[in-house]
């Protein structure tokens, strides 16, 4: 048992100053500049790569996202007037005698 709790001593020690350096190494310019333009560039890769996705699917004629979204606002519109009309005409049921 000695042996363990000595192993984790020295353990979170090592962890300690590791975290140290390693959160300062991250802060640094050196580190952060390079990685804001990698994810930059995936960024704008990615967008390109969805636009040309949505352009092929809309040159063989199917629904892209964007027409789907539209889709499903216009049945979500309909839908919560349907309601509206119905809890409306439970309304005037109500009032009749």
């Known amino acids: ?40 560039t995936m960024m704008k890769a990615k967008a390109q790569a969805d636009k040309t996705v949505a352009q092929t699917w809309g040159l063989f004629g199917l629904p892209t996202k964007r027409d789907q979204e539209r889709s499903l606002h216009a049945l979500n519109q309909i839908q919560s007037r349907l309601l509206d009309l119905e809890e409306q005409l439970a309304a005037l049921k109500a009032q009749r005698p």
């Open 1 to 40: 048992m000695m042996t363990w709790d000595l192993f984790k001593q020295y353990f979170n020690s090592w962890e300690n100053l590791t975290a140290k350096y390693l959160e300062e190494w991250m802060k640094s310019p050196l580190v952060l500049e390079p990685a804001g333009a990698w994810l930059s």
